[in-house]
């Protein structure tokens, strides 16, 4: 059974009337499910972010301090605390977190290297009183550890003057926001960086972080139905720092949506424990169901082809992972369907962003 959540949310702001649904399940929290037929390489969820700040000291010489993207060669200096700069005069003009801007010139000046979690919080704690109430009220999987928080907020009470203490500002309150960040914050990159930097997690390679209200209420599953475009360098989307998810196949009404928190041609071990290490879960999905039992009965295969071949013809799932994963190691997503309704036959990556025709098997089941 589940049930609509009575909570304050903002819309996300694409498409119209939206193509998701919030509901609550008592067993798994909230997460988001089809409001109505959603076709392959339709745009299911836009999200734009209402806190975004940079993932170190060390990014602000480089990304714009408001959308992130590279910083030309005459950058357009933040007038207030001369730190962060700004790409365009667009950028200038929708500035940087109050508090942030505050803090940068003492922050930077020490000799300290800040916990990007100051970062945030200065970021968060920037935010009007109802934007901050939205990031607590989200669900977190961890808690920040008890001995550490009267460090931090003693910190970070010594960057905020007595006349910007903001409303809600008290230990409890950076507690609760920390414990936030870590399920539902996401990595802001060039998916490109992010192959050749140190990994897909961890900050390597991410320029920002980012809350995002209705993307972090998707869950995961490791044969998901959307995937993830958020190239921040994409030079053809104007709002760069939104999470664009867009559907694999057909999605019919009331189904959730699921992504894959983790590279899909990952195999299960890989993904159990970066699922464990990063997201705090053990993932219990159809996939991980069969795969988990290739390694009960390891010692059943011999190592080599001999195995692979074994566990191909035990895998139902092979074609749906082959149609979807790219060579760099992203995700194929159809193109959005044509005005007319009709469904495209283009693939496109998520990742190195290549796109080239796909021809669905005779026995297509999706
Ligand atoms: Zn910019
Ligand atoms: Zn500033
Ligand atoms: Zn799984
Ligand atoms: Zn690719």
Redesign the pocket.
Known sequence: MSTTLDQPMPNPTGPSPPLVRLVVKPDQGRSLVAAGLIKPGQVVLVDTPPVLYPSSLASLPLFCSHCFRVLPSQPFP?P??H??RFCSPKCLSLS?PHLL?HA?PSLISGNDTWPDDLLFLLSAYSLPSSSLLQLLSLHSNSRYPDEQMPFIHSQLSSFIPPNLVPMHFSPETTSSLLSKKKTNCFLLINPMDQKFGRGPHGLGGARALGFYLWASMINHDCLPNVCLFDNIDDPTRENNTDLIFRALHEIKEGSEICRSYVVLSREYRERHSLLIEYYGFKCKCDRCKIESKWFENEGEYAEGEEEMVEREGNFPHWDLLMRYTCKCGGTLAPLPPYPDGSVSDIIECNWCGVIRKYKPPDDDPY
């Open positions: 933040c207030s605390c730190v962060a940087h801007c940068l």
